[in-house]
């Protein structure tokens, strides 16, 4: 009964508004046939700043982004609240830096995990029992933070799916490392059986949201 209460109570939500708004869309639509067709798509390329080319920014990235901003002026001159765009809210670009204090964070946590792993290897003798698992977990963890830095960066089709997967990865290497911890020091055998369903599982998941709609 309970859940029939909640069903009825939900209400229909649509996401990233400004991306469906008309004002953005036309000015988007504008801008490409503007600046982003024959000579002034080769003017764009002459002018645009080597390390945007080099990090895949394009003229259709650059409509997108002023346009972004001209909208949210316009909502804010209007008194509503800023919308997000394309599922993200909108962020002030840093020369190729997407999102500037995300990919910071991003890559000091990346560090964090770096230094404390070379503190591990230099202070926890290879012998020890969780060694190998500990150290499959920060490669893991190191790995995870390096694609967060690099979608925050720029994103993109594949750096998304790549920062979700990996930090996916964390989390079943998560709770793979309590499995050991707790129980697979004295079944070895069902911690390996155990990460085998946890691998099939995550092969399953990429699967799905690779060859689905991520």
């Given amino acids: ?3 029939l209460l909640v069903l009825l109570l939900a209400g229909v939500v649509s996401a990233s508004r400004g991306d469906r708004e008309p004002v953005y869309r036309d000015c988007v639509n504008a801008c490409e046939q503007r600046n982003c067709t024959g000579s002034r798509l080769q003017d764009f390329r002459a002018e645009q700043p080597l390390y ?8 259709l990235d650059d ?11 316009l909502y804010v001159k209007e008194g509503y609240s800023v919308p997000q765009f394309h ?19 991003s890559f000091l946590n990346g560090l964090a995990n770096l230094m404390m792993l070379q503190r591990y290897r230099a202070s926890v003798p290879a012998s020890c029992p969780m ?17 967060s830095t690099i979608f925050h960066t720029r994103d993109t089709a594949i750096t998304e799916k790549m920062d979700y997967f990996c930090a996916s990865a964390v989390i079943l290497h998560s709770i793979y490392l309590c499995c050991m911890r707790t129980l697979g020091l004295r079944y070895p055998s069902f911690a390996t059986a155990f990460g085998a369903v946890l691998v099939v599982l995550f092969a399953c998941h990429v699967s799905y949201l690779t060859l689905g709609r991520f």
């Fill in 63 to 73: 409509c997108r982004y002023q346009c972004m901003w001209d909208t949210v002026s």
């Fill in 131 to 147: 060694y190998h698992t500990c150290l499959t977990f920060a490669m893991v963890s190191i790995n995870a933070w390096f694609w």
């Fill in 52 to 59: 945007m080319r080099l990090t895949g920014w394009v003229c």
């Fill in 87 to 105: 599922g993200k809210w909108p962020f002030s670009r840093f020369l190729f830096f997407q999102e500037p204090a995300s990919a910071l964070a």
């Fill in 1 to 3: 009964m309970a859940p």
